[in-house]
């Protein structure tokens, strides 16, 4: 229903109910359309008609959501806007309290004629970087305006870096990320614009849940004072986990890559590696544990790398280990033997509840 939500940000409450209401009935009509009307495909129709609306669900509104979808509406004007440089890597900020990486994309936003043409315009999918930090400072209105709000879905930030920032999971980690720095604020009786930004950034690192326990450990490629590379691989910036992933061929001379992690608590961890899906990749991928006694080689079929959703590989257990505090436990993977390309991304060691 292109356009017909223009005034729906300026809105009193009446108009957007009315707004909303005219949605209802415009989907609605398009679903009936799909299934009855003669100018659709008799194999379209008979589709459609084995469809319906959930019986089980929204019991008290005739089974239909009561809430309209509104992608986007008013935003904050904060300390800091979040733009297109933020989303493909041309400014980064330092005060970052959360991650994003979706494509920027807008969905049309008007229907013009143009030569008899009826046209869609607006359209916009902008993609091809990787996650990118959010500033703190787009979570907080200006001090002059306002000293006690966090604003984490509806922050600052431009059109076209909403578009991007815009999903569940990133509103999580915002508001997660809002809730601690609001205790901050509170225990220390400041405003919101003075809190600790480096405080904050080490509590969602080291302890995310609040309880004491011990953390995910998260060893990335790009982590230089972790990781031991040797032989020739080649740095791909698009379509890892993180900012980039590391990827070899096969050759006579081993190449291998070694992530030594800093295990600050002893104790029984599951081991995950991140596996981008290319198509060149080998057969089988040749990981070596070592838990700081024993050696252990595993082999990962590309058959088991089962990528799901819109991701650009999937994380693959190692099995379980008892690794000890310190750095003598690691994770390597070789290309010795390969037939194909061999990629190191990621390591993810996830301890034992």
Not at 75 to 81: A, I, L, P
Not at 234 to 251: A, C, D
Not at 326 to 350: C, E, H, Q, S, W
Request: net charge negative; glycine share 8%.
């Amino acid at each position: 229903m292109i356009g017909m939500n223009y005034d729906y940000p300026e809105a009193d409450y009446a108009k957007r109910t009315a707004i909303i209401k005219e949605h209802e009935l415009y989907t609605k009509g398009l679903l009936y359309f799909c299934g009855h009307d003669v100018r659709v495909p008799a194999e379209l129709r008979n589709e459609m008609l084995q469809y319906g609306y959930p019986g089980d669900e929204y019991t008290d509104n005739n089974n239909w959501s009561p809430q309209l979808y509104i992608r986007e509406s008013r935003r904050m004007v904060g300390m800091y806007v979040m733009t297109q440089a933020n989303c493909e890597g041309r400014e980064t900020v330092n005060d970052g309290v959360g991650m994003a990486a979706y494509t920027m994309d807008s969905h049309n936003c008007e229907r013009i004629v143009v030569n008899g043409m009826v046209k869609n315009e607006g359209n916009v999918e902008i993609g091809g970087f990787g996650p990118y930090p959010i500033s703190y400072h787009s979570l907080i209105p200006k001090e002059g305006e306002c000293k006690n709000l966090f604003v984490p879905v509806c922050l600052s930030a431009t059109h076209i870096a909403y578009g991007s920032i815009r999903m569940e999971p990133v509103f999580m980690e915002l508001a997660q990320s809002a809730s601690v720095a609001a205790c901050m604020a509170i225990n220390a009786k400041q405003i919101v614009q003075e809190v600790n930004i480096k405080k904050l950034q080490s509590i969602l690192k080291t302890n995310p849940l609040l309880d004491g326990s011990i953390c995910e450990l998260l060893s990335d490629n790009d982590d230089s004072a972790h990781v031991k590379i040797t032989g020739n691989w080649k740095r791909i910036t698009v379509g890892g986990y993180g900012p980039s992933y590391l990827v070899t061929e096969p050759s006579d001379t081993e190449r291998k890559i070694q992530f030594n992690p800093r295990i600050e608590t002893s104790g029984s961890y599951t081991v995950y590696a991140y596996i981008p899906e290319i198509d060149s990749t080998a057969t089988q991928s040749h990981f070596i544990v070592y838990d700081g006694k024993n050696l252990k080689n595993i082999f990962i079929n590309r058959s088991q790398i089962q990528v799901e959703g819109q991701t650009s590989g999937e994380w693959v257990s190692l099995g379980k280990y008892r690794l000890q505090k310190g750095t003598r436990a690691f994770v390597a993977i070789t290309n010795k033997n390969a037939d194909g390309a061999v990629i190191a991304d990621a390591v993810l060691f996830v301890p034992a509840k």
